[in-house]
């Protein structure tokens, strides 16, 4: 089963500053995604301290690999947000097709968001009074890689 990605971007947008995140954890599980062991990523050291984390695989159009993740803090969710890994392209990449809808999505929802264009990655930041999220893109040895990741303004001040 394939989820649309824009679709969890309305998941957590609606899901991060409202719910537990064993709340979230049952969505995920609903949808079909595949509950995977956490491995943290050892170069985010821009993390603050989280009591636990969940990590799902699951299936999405064009992309070679999907996983989501969230962090939790005080039952809450700290943060929770996607990956998806696309081949490279020379002339139409999906990641990027993939990152301009993301971005539409998140704009729709926050306005106009903070661009950023740093060594060939790019990302759009958001802030609204609940929530601080971002989307990204960025190329990783053979691989455009897309992120979303959407945070509790709560624990992120």
């Not at 969505?27 to 603050?48: A, F, R, T, W």
């Not at 070679?64 to 005080?74: D, F, M, R, V, Y």
């Not at 890994?85 to 993939?98: C, D, I, N, T």
Request: glycine content about 8%.
């Amino acid at each position: 089963m394939s989820l649309n990605p824009l679709t969890l971007i309305n998941l957590l947008v609606q899901t991060v500053p409202n719910d537990t995140a064993s709340t979230l954890v049952e969505k995920c599980q609903h949808l079909g995604m595949v509950e995977q062991l956490y491995h943290s990523p050892p170069d985010d050291i821009n993390l603050p301290p989280f009591e636990r984390a969940y990590q799902f695989q699951f299936q999405a159009p064009e992309a070679l690999g999907a996983g989501l993740e969230i962090l939790e803090k005080e039952t809450l969710i700290l943060q929770a947000g996607f990956q998806l890994s696309f081949p490279r392209a020379f002339l139409m990449s999906p990641a990027g097709k993939q990152f301009d809808q993301m971005a539409s999505l998140l704009g729709g929802h926050f306005g106009a968001g903070q661009r950023t264009n740093i060594a060939g990655a790019k990302a759009i930041y958001y802030n609204s009074p609940s929530v601080v999220s971002y989307v990204s893109r960025a190329k990783m040895q053979d691989q455009d890689i897309v992120t979303v990741r959407v945070g509790n303004r709560a624990f992120w001040g």
